[in-house]
């Protein structure tokens, strides 16, 4: 460590103060306490100057670990300060990065959303007019069962109105048709069929 005087300035100040009041304190005391009184004098003086070293010796030896210590904890606490704003730019940039994220992410599921909700009516629709052709579909089934059913009952109707005409024909001529009668229709029959051929 290197001694400057700028450095031993202060002590050096104290002590030349300390030894100007201790001469003048001599001096004033000299005709009144004789050899005792110097001695106590002596003794202070003596004691204040090995203060006084002990003192400058200390800020000589410390006061350099003492600045040291003060600047690099102010180096410190400056580093400090730094860090924890380089520290708050980057928790606001994440911030930011993972906000706009977060917009992203929730834009993408309203997207979603809504392609799920298109589909759906998309999908309601198709049921919808697959429900429709399917009812069409029974519709003419039925009308054409219905039709048919019509033409079936009719169909049987008539061969029973056939029958039941047939029926009252036979009837009607058993009662009114002779033997002779019958003999009569069955050559002319007959002569029919025999000139056809």
Known sequence: MKFSFQSARMPLLILAVFLLQVSLAYASG????????????????????????????LYWLLAAKIKEFFVGRRQDIKDSLENAVKQKTEAEGKFREYSEKIDKASAEIDGIFEMIKAQGLVEKQKIIEDAEKVARKIKEDSQLRTAQELKKASDQLRAEAVRLSVQMAEEILKRNITVQDHEAIVREYMEKAVNKN
């Open 30 to 57: 000299g005709a009144d306490g004789g050899d005792e009184g110097n001695k106590k004098w002596f003794d202070l003086f003596w004691k204040t100057f090995n203060f006084m070293v002990l003192v400058g010796f």
